[in-house]
C-alpha cells in the first residue's frame, strides 16, 4: 500500500510557475513508475507526466512538454511536477499516482492516488 499526499497548488497568474510536490510513503518508492494526471472541470481526467522509477525514463504530455518538467527523489521518497509559463487552460485539479511496476504511462497501471492539490491559472 501506498499513501500519496500532494502540495504545491494554488492560484498564480499566467505565465507564473508553480511547483507541486507529491510524497510518498513506504520503503520501496523506487520500485513504482509515478505520475502527474490532471482534471479540469467537466473534462476528462488526463495524463500530464509520468517517470519510471529510476527517474531515467519520463513522459510528457505534448500539450506541456516545453513548460512542466517531472522529477523524483527516491531518497525523499517524493515527486514533483514543476510548472512554467502557466495558461489558463492548466487549470485542473492535479493528481498524484503510483503505479506498483518501473515503468508505466496508461492511467489504468497507477493504483495508489492521492487527493489532489488545486492549480488555478488567472489570466
Known amino acids: 500500500q501506498v499513501q500519496l499526499v500532494e502540495s504545491g497548488g494554488g492560484l498564480v497568474q499566467a505565465g507564473g510557475s508553480l511547483r507541486l510536490s507529491c510524497a510518498a510513503s513506504g520503503r520501496t518508492f523506487s520500485g513504482y513508475a509515478m505520475g502527474w494526471f490532471r482534471q479540469a472541470p467537466g473534462k476528462e481526467r488526463e495524463c500530464v507526466a509520468t517517470?519510471?522509477?529510476?527517474?531515467?525514463?519520463?513522459y510528457l504530455l505534448d500539450s506541456v512538454k516545453d513548460r512542466f518538467t517531472i522529477s523524483r527523489d527516491n531518497a525523499k521518497n517524493t515527486v514533483y511536477l514543476q510548472m512554467h509559463s502557466l495558461k489558463p487552460e492548466d487549470t485542473a485539479v492535479y493528481y498524484c499516482?503510483?503505479?506498483?511496476?518501473?515503468?508505466?504511462?496508461?492511467?489504468?497501471?497507477?493504483?495508489?492516488w492521492g487527493q489532489g492539490t488545486q492549480v488555478t491559472v488567472s489570466s
Open positions: 499516482a503510483a503505479a506498483p511496476i518501473t515503468i508505466a504511462t496508461i492511467e489504468s497501471f497507477f493504483k495508489y
Open positions: 517517470i519510471s522509477g529510476s527517474g531515467r525514463t519520463t
